[in-house]
Structures are given as C-alpha cells and as structure tokens.
Nanobody, 123 residues
C-alpha cells in the first residue's frame, strides 16, 4: 500500500513562492500518474496539476497555468509542486495523489491520497 506524505505548506504573502513535496512510502510512483489537488472549506476538491509517470506530459488548471510547475523525481519517489506568484485565492489544503491512469484530471481517477498540507496566502 502506497502512503503519500505532503510537506512544504505554510503561511506566505501574496507574490511569494512555495514548493510542496510529496513523498511515497511503502511503494513507488512506478506506473502511476501523479497529481495535485486543493480544497477550501465548504468547497469541492479541485484539480491543480498532473504529471504522467514518465514526466513527459503535464496538465494544469487554468487558474495556476504559468505560475505553478509540477515535477517528479522518480529516483526519490517524490512529487513536487513549485508555486510562484501566489495569490490569496490559492489558499487551500493541497493534496497529492497517485492515479492508475496515465494522466488524470478527476479526483475519482486517483487511488491514493496524502493527508494534505495547508497553504495560506495573505494579501
């Protein structure tokens, strides 16, 4: 059973950067598409970014395109989300997830989830 553990969240000001990490334990990313989602209280979990197992394909939500970059280091079984030019509307709990699909955009396509890390952006 793969366990995913996120880290790197925190409180920052608008315009700052953060890098989230997601480490896999008890397994590897091998063959899994990986993704980042976020969720605000009272709202549905929303897609942020996804990367294929090989890293050759990525997808981003329009709201983060050009500001966020998803990447993975399969030798370290670690997924990253580099977030630049952060805005207050980026405030959410961020989750990493592993999918049995090559590149997945919907939460129901993901099999494993981390516990989440809080990102708060002040104006």
């Amino acid at each position: 059973q793969v366990q995913l553990v996120e880290s790197g969240g925190g409180l920052v000001q608008a315009g700052d950067s953060l890098r989230l990490s997601c480490a896999a334990y008890g397994g590897t990313f091998s063959g899994y598409g990986m993704g980042w989602f976020r969720q605000c209280p009272g709202k549905e979990r929303e897609f942020v970014a996804a990367v294929s197992w090989t890293g050759s394909r990525t997808e981003y939500a329009d709201s983060v395109k050009g500001r966020f970059t998803i990447s993975s280091d399969n030798t370290k079984n670690t997924l990253y989300l580099q977030m630049n030019s952060l805005k207050p509307e980026d405030t959410a709990v961020y989750y990493c997830a592993a999918s049995g699909y090559g590149l997945a955009l919907r939460p129901d396509q993901y099999r494993y989830w981390g516990q989440g890390t809080q990102v708060t952006v002040s104006s």
